[in-house]
């Protein structure tokens, strides 16, 4: 049998829950800020990344959106994306739905085609390059209000055949889903998927609203779901996917010691958790760096691990050919390695 670290790193995943920007890394800003003759307020890549130490969600929100101005043309969307692309392929990482937060670019001027267009074939590069799938997923910034959200969801109706659904992202404090309730209802008769942010600052009460009010198909976070009993036997008997983020929650203060990471909780709990990066780039590391995370802790043996990986294909928005189909090559990687 193969150790428990290179068993968890080869196996095949999904990862459900990644911002494209927040996989822009120091050394991708420095050269696209040159690129695009943008003075950025760090002398180096060692400098900027000294700066990357959060107290709480805020705190990364100011240097994320910031980070993002560099961030111009096309040739730069597509770049961010086929770099991501490549680390999660590396990863094992079979099929991916990312985040993207049009408002942070289509306030400072840059056109909706322009970030979307350079996503979409940063995708088709690794659907060709790595045999990875994609999907894309829009986030409205919970911090700017209803009738932007609106603005955000009409501009991007010419590529609805080409994005899956909608989240909700940004400072969660103070941004209850109540405020996006019509939009995401909007959404839905749009046909597209519902997915929030929820109880990773915010109290059980916004996870309430987010399945009551926004109708999601999947809950970003939810850590905080777990201070609320009949919450959580809710999420477990409807199978609700929650996308975990373990080193994004050390890294914000969510948890504060890595080693007693709820995750395990929640899979005793009948919960049905994934395993997911947030932001690579500012929270020390890509999926399976947030996998391997998780080791130490000695709470996960290798079938939980199988378990998370299982659950990342079971809650993603995958027809069920292609999840049954992933779940096959996942069971005979298992098979292999512990045999
Ligand atoms: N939480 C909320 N908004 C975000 C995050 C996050 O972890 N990452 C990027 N936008
Ligand atoms: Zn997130």
């Known amino acids: ?59 990364f929100l100011d240097i994320y959106y910031q980070g993002a101005d560099v961030l111009r043309t096309e040739e730069d969307f597509h770049d961010l994306a086929a770099a991501y692309f490549d680390r999660a392929a590396a990863d094992h990482v079979r099929h991916a739905e990312i985040f993207f ?43 700017l209000d209803e009738d932007a959200a609106f603005a955000t969801l009409a501009a991007a109706e010419p590529w609805l055949d080409r994005i899956a659904g909608v989240g909700l992202d940004s400072s969660e404090l103070g941004h209850p889903p109540a405020k996006f309730a019509r939009v995401f209802a909007r959404a839905g008769e749009m046909g597209l998927r519902r997915v929030a942010h929820a109880g990773e600052e915010g109290p059980p009460a916004y996870v309430h609203e987010a399945l009551n009010l926004l109708h999601i198909d999947r809950l970003d976070h939810g850590n905080r779901s777990l201070e609320d009993a009949a919450l959580t036997t809710r999420l477990a008997r409807s199978g609700m996917t929650l996308t975990v983020c373990p080193l994004s929650n050390l890294k914000l203060c969510v948890v504060d010691d890595i080693d007693a990471h709820p995750i395990a909780r ?16 500012y929270f020390g590391g890509y999926v399976n760096d947030n996998y391997r995370a998780l080791i130490p802790g000695g709470m996960l043996d290798a079938g939980d691990f199988a378990t998370l990986a299982r659950n990342s294909f079971l809650g993603s928005f995958l027809d069920d050919e292609d999840v049954a189909r992933h779940l096959a090559a996942l069971d005979a990687y298992v098979d292999a390695s512990l045999s």
């Open 101 to 143: 937060d049009p408002q942070t670019h289509t306030d400072r001027g840059i056109p909706f085609q322009v970030v979307v267009d350079g996503l979409l074939a940063g995708m088709a590069g690794a659907r060709a390059k790595h045999g990875l799938t994609s999907k894309l997923i829009l986030c409205f910034l919970r911090h």
């Open 266 to 281: 929640m899979l005793r709990l009948g919960l049905r958790a994934t395993v997911n990066s947030d932001d690579p780039a």
């Open 1 to 59: 049998m193969t150790d428990l670290a290179t068993f968890v790193a080869g196996l095949p995943k999904a990862e459900l829950h990644l911002h494209i920007e927040g996989s822009l890394e120091p050394e991708q800003m420095f050269a696209l800020a040159a690129r695009n003759r943008i003075a950025i307020p760090f002398r180096s890549v060692e400098e900027l990344r000294g700066a990357y130490s959060f107290s709480r969600l805020q705190d």
